[in-house]
């Protein structure tokens, strides 16, 4: 029997994993799906800021943590794997397309500085010449000012997730391919065992036990939950992506403009995004939606010759209602823990959150308090980082 089994072989789950093989633990995935079909590999990899300040919420405290802890991951992961997760401090620019949007971030400069972020305003001419690609927007009126983040960092998502899971490979952990888990048994207060269906056409039935469970699948966390006495909501929140080939790369850093981005790749490519859609567990990407993203592209940066749409995607983030991720014991099941919806930030908090769990599960005190992410909390729905929020000003974004 082994240690310790995780449901989900997400950038959550597979952290989870390395952490725990990495403490000597046998340690087991279930994953139903391919590691592209995962909110894990389609996120765009933008980590804002993060400085650790005592005025921080209990999620920034969580996203600095595991900002620090990524810094040494990217090395740990290059050196074990061979594989560049391409971590880097490329700065983010925030634009503001009118004088709403200016107003808009002053506050986020004054909150910036609060949260002890370096953070500078640059007028139009500033921003020109900071990137030279959003000249003609600027001198066309398109953009009007923005705010320069330079410890805004980019990593590439499929890299990342690929070097963890050979990461776990390498400490011994065995992933279970479309791995479908169709039950938790419980008895006693403890989980007996995870039913699953695999293989081909999912006809092979199974039961898999171990010593410890972890649920981390993502925005289907919720359903599965509810076998552990829990009524966490982890709605899915679909975001949609288009990337770009371009004949040569046109831009150094991730601009931002309310909640669409450009990310440059070190190879040339442009990654466009995103939405946040109510859209059930649909994963499919819309033509309209496509096109919309290619024009804000074409607004910032003119016409783009050469450029070729090489593939669009979506993915489904793991909504919470007050915006902070569940990661904690699950209080009537002695051997079950969660870690699951982690929203827009799950890339970010994916190696602290692997760290805290780790510890939860070896009996360590974990270096931040849990309480604010209890799965058994009461969520207060009107934080600015829940789901309702960002669905209002997705609403009121396309107004
Ligand atoms: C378009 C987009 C852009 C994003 N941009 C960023 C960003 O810039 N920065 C950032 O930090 N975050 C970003 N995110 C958010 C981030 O991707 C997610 O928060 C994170 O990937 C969630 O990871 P996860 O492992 O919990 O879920 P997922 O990656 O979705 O993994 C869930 C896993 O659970 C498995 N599973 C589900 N049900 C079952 C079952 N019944 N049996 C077995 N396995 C099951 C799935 O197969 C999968 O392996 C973005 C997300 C999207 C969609």
Not at 216 to 236: C, F, N, Q, V, Y
Not at 262 to 273: A, E, H, I, K
Not at 322 to 332: H, L, S, T, V
Request: charged residues 25%.
């Amino acid at each position: 029997m082994t240690d310790c089994c995780i449901i989900g072989g997400g950038i959550i789950g597979l952290s989870i994993a390395r952490e725990l093989a990495g403490r000597g633990l046998s340690v087991r995935v279930l994953s139903r799906d391919a590691s592209r079909d995962t909110a894990s590999w389609a996120a765009a990899g933008i980590f804002p800021p993060a400085p650790d300040s005592a005025a921080a919420s209990a999620n920034d405290r969580l996203t600095a943590y595991s900002d620090r802890l990524h810094r040494i991951w990217s090395e740990e992961l290059r050196a074990e794997t061979g594989i560049d997760n391409e971590l880097e401090p490329c700065g983010g620019l925030h634009l503001a397309a009118d004088e709403r949007g200016s107003a808009r971030l002053r506050e986020a400069q004054f909150d910036w500085h609060a949260k002890g972020a370096r953070c500078d305003w640059l007028t139009g001419p500033d921003l020109a010449r900071q990137e030279p690609a959003l000249r003609a927007a600027v001198e066309q009126g398109r953009i009007l000012a923005g705010l320069l983040l330079p410890e805004e960092m980019r990593i590439r998502p499929p890299q990342h997730l690929e070097a963890v899971g050979q990461s776990c490979r390498m400490r011994g952990v065995k992933i279970v391919p479309a791995a479908d888990v169709r039950a938790i048994d419980v008895r006693d207060g403890r989980i007996e065992g995870i039913r699953i269906a695999s293989g081909e056409g999912r006809a092979a039935t199974d039961t898999v036990r171990a010593d410890r469970y972890c649920l981390a699948a993502g925005a289907w966390s919720g359903d599965l939950a509810r076998a552990l006495g829990l009524h966490i909501e982890t709605r899915p929140i679909r975001g949609q992506i288009a990337l770009l080939r371009l004949p040569r790369q046109v831009l150094t850093r991730v601009v931002n403009v309310g909640l669409e981005y450009l990310v440059p790749r070190s190879d040339g490519r442009l990654l466009v995004g995103s939405t946040i859609e109510d859209a059930g567990f649909d994963k499919a990407t819309t033509p309209q939606v496509i096109d919309r993203l290619i024009a804000f592209s074409h607004r910032l940066l003119g016409p783009l010759p050469g450029a070729v749409l090489e593939q669009s995607w979506a993915g489904l983030r793991p909504g919470s209602v007050d915006g902070c991720p569940f990661i904690g014991a699950a209080p009537a099941c002695s051997n079950a823990f969660v870690a699951a919806g982690h929203f827009r930030a799950g890339l970010h908090q994916s190696a602290g959150t692997a760290m805290l769990l780790a510890d939860l599960m070896t009996g360590r005190t974990p270096a931040l308090d849990l309480a604010a992410f209890a799965p058994d909390r009461r969520p207060e729905a009107n934080s600015p980082d829940s789901v309702q929020a960002y669905l209002a000003r997705a609403a009121e974004a396309s107004a």
